[in-house]
């Protein structure tokens, strides 16, 4: 087992018999790497990204159950999909369904505030129709389900969309593996989609194969693990994928990157994401 291979069980927590204190002192521990301005811009996309991921996310589940308990069966008739929009108290999830004609108007809508779903909004036929900022974000997840890409889950993928933020308007579109089973939580079969005027401009996976890690302890040991480990080997940083699945698994995750043989870990503090370069 190679020196970087060695670190990065430790950083997992796995429980290493500690060498004498007279050792400890004479191998001081090297400070962190000091990051380029680059990684310093891809680390900030990744903490941005992956708070948006978990945030949209949340909304369109809590939004779900509450949809379900306000709409009646023929309420639910024609729904074709949601859609989650960024509002001053919290993500707005928005049900719709197309309009004989063209077009989409919205069948329900709530809003997620962290905590709970307000503002709950059954709609009758032609009551609200969708705003053209909203029609293209429906848009935009029919063109990325079109798309090959590995499925790493039987399960339909769970899907986010957001502005970019750039000048050019586009979207991010991601299709997400979903959770299938508690304490398993899948890094592999994520897929990001850069779309701008309805047309796929960039697009990335972000592992090379399926890869599926487990909270719980090996089988016949009580508890949960402390944190998770991974290798990453498209990027020399981590993703917004690391700190979405962050979130989900409600623990650190340890992130060594191939390229550069580093060690990062990705994890919430006071609600919010962070990232740190270890070694």
């Known amino acids: 087992m190679n020196r970087f291979k060695a670190f990065a069980i430790l950083a997992a ?10 050792a ?12 380029t301005a680059a990684e310093e811009a891809a680390v ?44 001053d108290d919290g ?12 077009g989409f108007e919205a069948a329900w809508s709530g809003v997620y505030d962290g905590e709970t779903v307000t503002r709950r909004m059954t709609y009758a036929a032609g009551e609200r129709p969708l705003t053209a900022s909203e029609v293209t974000q429906v848009e935009a997840v029919a063109l990325m ?20 933020g750039k000048p050019d308007g586009g979207l991010y579109a991601y299709l997400l593996t979903p959770q299938e089973k508690t304490g398993a939580i899948p890094f592999g079969g994520h897929h990001r989609f850069e779309i701008v005027n309805g047309t796929i401009k960039d697009r990335r996976s972000f592992t090379q194969s399926c890869l ?4 719980a302890m090996e089988e016949g040991k009580d508890g ?8 990453h080997l498209l990027d020399p940083v981590p993703t917004e994928i690391h700190v979405f699945s962050v979130y989900a698994a409600q623990m650190p995750v340890y992130v060594l990157t191939q390229s550069n043989e580093r060690v990062w870990v990705a994890e919430v503090s006071g609600g919010q994401p962070r990232i740190r370069v270890i070694r």
């Open 44 to 87: 900030q996309q990744a903490l941005d990204l992956g708070y948006k991921l978990h945030a949209y996310d949340q909304a369109a589940w809590h939004g779900t159950d509450a949809a379900l308990e306000d709409l009646s069966e023929a309420d639910k008739r024609g729904i074709g999909g949601w859609i989650v929009n960024e509002v």
């Open 145 to 164: 389900r079109k798309q090959k890409v590995e499925r790493c889950a039987a399960s339909r993928f769970n899907t986010v969309v957001f502005p970019t």
């Open 24 to 35: 400890q002192d004479a191998a001081a521990p090297k400070p962190a790497p000091t990051l």
């Open 212 to 215: 599926t890690m487990k909270t």
């Open 13 to 22: 927590g796995l429980a290493l018999a500690a060498p004498p204190l007279a």
């Open 91 to 102: 993500w707005e999830t928005v049900f719709f369904r197309p309009v004989a004609g063209g």
């Open 224 to 231: 949960r693990a402390e944190s998770l480990m991974v290798t």
